[in-house]
């Protein structure tokens, strides 16, 4: 829920409404190559996609790939130390 | 939790062993069901706030019930991520629906999806902001919405509007009460999205001027 009340986060997503959206199935279709991409090179889905957008707008599927991209962090092990 | 002793595959090798038959089948399927049961129990602790004497049986529950799906679904798989990665999607799907289900049990979503948003209602969303210009901007706009809800919506977008976005209740929950699916409620929450977009664009307000209005940077 947004800071600023649910009518204020509802009206972000109405701002974030796109003409065509993809359907959670496509969301779940689409997610484990996002969320490989993501851990590989965050740069890499920085640009607008579908994928994306329906995550702004979906709160189920934006958990399950909270939880997915945190498990592949998890798998992968903690990233390198800083140099002294 | 760590993946213990289970065997390095290529997607090609899941794929030929997961349909192979006899042993070599037992021994991917018995893999699976480890890497699914990590990633279930991974979610319910991280997101599901189930207690932990429940969490255990309800993470071998949702694995299991994990390992069916993929079983039923192993020819849709494309090869385009890790075979795991595409696997751990399914009980992490089962393991935030069942945490959703026994957060939301005993509430009762009949009365807020039975009405359309009452007067109180309206006035609790409103969050006024600290600046007098803005905050007769943002009521103005708020007015606008209001009645864009009012004009445009179906009495089932309006529900599931209100209870999506304005009580946060999981989409998985309005499915349930509804006997619907994901892919229905998310077209029926997006066309209204689409319905108030246009309204509020009607009425002057861009997207550009929502986000202005809320003070969005």
Not at chain 2, 70 to 94: C, K, M, P, Q
């Given at each position: 829920m947004n800071a600023s009340g649910p009518l204020?986060?509802?009206?972000?997503?109405?701002?974030?409404?796109?003409?065509?959206?993809?359907?959670?199935?496509?969301c779940f279709r689409l997610l484990p190559q996002y969320a490989e991409l993501e851990l590989a090179d965050p740069s890499a889905v920085v640009a607008p996609s579908p994928l994306s957008q329906h995550l702004q707008q979906c709160g189920v599927c934006r958990e399950e790939y909270e939880v997915l991209r945190?498990?592949?962090?998890?798998?992968?092990?903690?990233?390198?130390?800083?140099p002294t | 939790m760590i993946v213990a002793a289970v065997n390095?595959?290529?997607?090609?090798?899941?794929?030929r062993a997961l349909k192979s038959?006899?042993?070599?089948?037992?021994?991917?399927?018995?893999?699976?069901r480890a890497y699914l049961l990590r990633a279930a129990t991974f979610a319910l602790e991280r997101r599901g706030g189930v207690a932990a004497p429940h969490l255990s049986q309800l993470a071998e529950d949702c694995a299991q019930e994990a390992v069916v799906a993929?079983?039923?679904?192993?020819?849709?798989?494309?090869?385009?991520?890790?075979?795991?990665?595409?696997?751990?999607?399914?009980?992490?799907?089962?393991a935030l629906?069942?945490?959703?289900?026994?957060?939301?049990?005993?509430?009762?979503?009949?009365?807020?999806?039975?009405?359309?948003p009452t007067t109180s209602d309206r006035a609790a969303a409103e969050t006024p902001a600290e600046n007098p210009e803005r905050r007769m901007l943002q009521h103005e706009?708020?007015?606008?919405?209001?009645?864009?809800?009012?004009?445009?919506?179906?009495?089932?977008?309006?529900?599931?509007?209100?209870?999506?976005?304005?009580?946060?209740?999981?989409?998985?929950?309005v499915v349930?009460?509804?006997?619907?699916?994901?892919?229905?409620?998310?077209?029926?929450?997006?066309?209204?999205?689409?319905?108030?977009?246009?309204?509020l664009e009607a009425h002057g307000y861009s997207a550009a001027e929502v986000r202005a209005v809320l003070d969005d940077r």
């Open positions: 204020h986060h509802l009206l972000r997503l109405i701002a974030g409404t796109a003409e065509s959206e993809i359907s959670c199935s496509e945190d498990l592949l962090r998890a798998d992968a092990g903690p990233p390198p130390s800083e | 390095a595959r290529t997607n090609a090798e899941w794929l038959g006899g042993e070599d089948q037992a021994v991917a399927l018995a893999d699976l993929v079983l039923a679904h192993l020819d849709d798989f494309r090869g385009e991520s890790r075979f795991t990665t595409w696997a751990y999607v399914f009980a992490i799907n089962r629906m069942a945490a959703r289900r026994e957060r939301w049990q005993n509430v009762s979503l009949d009365a807020l999806l039975a009405t359309s706009l708020e007015v606008t919405l209001w009645k864009g809800m009012d004009e445009c919506l179906s009495d089932r977008q309006r529900q599931a509007i209100r209870a999506v976005v304005l009580e946060a209740v999981p989409l998985d929950e349930r009460h509804w006997q619907s699916n994901r892919n229905a409620v998310y077209k029926l929450l997006h066309d209204a999205r689409r319905k108030l977009r246009a309204y």
